[in-house]
């Protein structure tokens, strides 16, 4: 199989598990300091990454900051590790670099989609 093969077949694994800890951070009653450009940066660390492992350090780095800096949190950051990891498990360094780039986009999109509708219902995130 090919890497592409084998990252095509992740692709709905990668949607559902973005869509699933953004979902989670917005309803958890917990004031979400993440930001939108935060996630297009950190998209951007994923272009820039040469192993998947870097892009865990960035995101353990943000959250070992102050996040009304940096708007990650400890739990967030955990979170988005854990759920992209069980996804990667046991494929090439290149899948899983490429994974990471798609559920970065993917944990963007979802963010859109529930602060959109946290501002809809006039909830706080």
């Given at each position: 199989?090919?890497?592409?093969?084998?990252?095509?077949?992740?692709?709905?694994?990668?949607?559902?598990?973005?869509?699933?800890?953004?979902?989670?951070?917005?309803?958890?009653?917990?004031?979400?300091?993440?930001?939108?450009?935060?996630?297009?940066?950190?998209?951007?660390?994923?272009?820039?990454?040469?192993?998947?492992?870097?892009?865990?350090?960035?995101?353990?780095?943000?959250?070992?900051?102050?996040?009304?800096?940096?708007?990650?949190?400890?739990?967030?950051?955990?979170?988005?590790?854990?759920?992209?990891?069980?996804?990667?498990?046991g494929a090439?360094?290149?899948?899983?670099?490429?994974?990471?780039?798609?559920?970065?986009?993917?944990?963007?999109?979802?963010?859109?989609?529930?602060?959109?509708?946290?501002?809809?219902?006039?909830?706080?995130r």
């Open positions: 199989m090919t890497p592409s093969d084998e990252l095509g077949k992740k692709r709905k694994d990668l949607v559902l598990a973005a869509e699933k800890v953004i979902k989670t951070a917005f309803h958890s009653g917990r004031k979400l300091e993440l930001k939108k450009t935060q996630l297009n940066h950190l998209v951007g660390i994923c272009g820039e990454a040469s192993c998947a492992e870097e892009i865990e350090n960035y995101i353990r780095y943000q959250a070992g900051r102050r996040s009304d800096k940096t708007g990650w949190d400890l739990e967030l950051a955990k979170s988005v590790i854990a759920a992209v990891a069980p996804i990667l498990d090439q360094d290149a899948v899983k670099l490429d994974a990471w780039r798609l559920y970065t986009v993917y944990l963007t999109r979802a963010f859109t989609y529930e602060h959109a509708s946290a501002d809809t219902r006039g909830t706080q």
